[in-house]
């Protein structure tokens, strides 16, 4: 995972903590197969399980990870075609924020 730890206090915290678990799997920096635990993210963002679940339901909503209920968390393998759709919903995701910002 990244290094990126500093999350904004005016903007929620869940959405942050998706978009950043987001980019990570996209640019397969957390690859596929790989468990994710809601114990670890919130340390790793040093906030409580709640946003980071609320998080893991979207990525899962999106079809980037799968949740199995008393087993955990895995983040799916993704085909080219979800990847070039992923990278899209990013790039405009940050267009849109861009935006907003500058006025």
């Known amino acids: 995972m990244t290094v990126e730890t500093q999350l904004n206090p005016t903007q929620p915290v869940n959405q942050q903590i998706?978009?950043?678990?987001?980019?990570?799997?996209?640019?397969?920096?957390?690859?596929?197969?790989?468990?994710?635990?809601?114990?670890?993210?919130?340390?790793?963002?040093?906030?409580?399980?709640?946003?980071?679940?609320?998080?893991?339901?979207?990525?899962?909503?999106n079809g980037l990870i799968q949740i199995r209920p008393q087993r955990g968390s895995y983040v799916n393998k993704i085909s080219l075609s979800q990847y070039r759709m992923a990278a899209l919903f990013g790039r405009l995701s940050n267009a849109r924020w861009s935006a907003v910002r500058r006025r």
């Not at 790989?34 to 946003?51: A, H, I, M, W």
């Not at 893991?56 to 909503?61: G, H, M, P, S």
Request: proline residues 9%; charged residues 30%.
């Open 18 to 61: 998706y978009r950043i678990l987001r980019r990570d799997i996209v640019h397969c920096l957390i690859p596929p197969g790989t468990p994710l635990s809601e114990k670890e993210v919130s340390t790793r963002f040093n906030v409580s399980r709640q946003p980071v679940r609320e998080a893991f339901i979207k990525l899962a909503e």
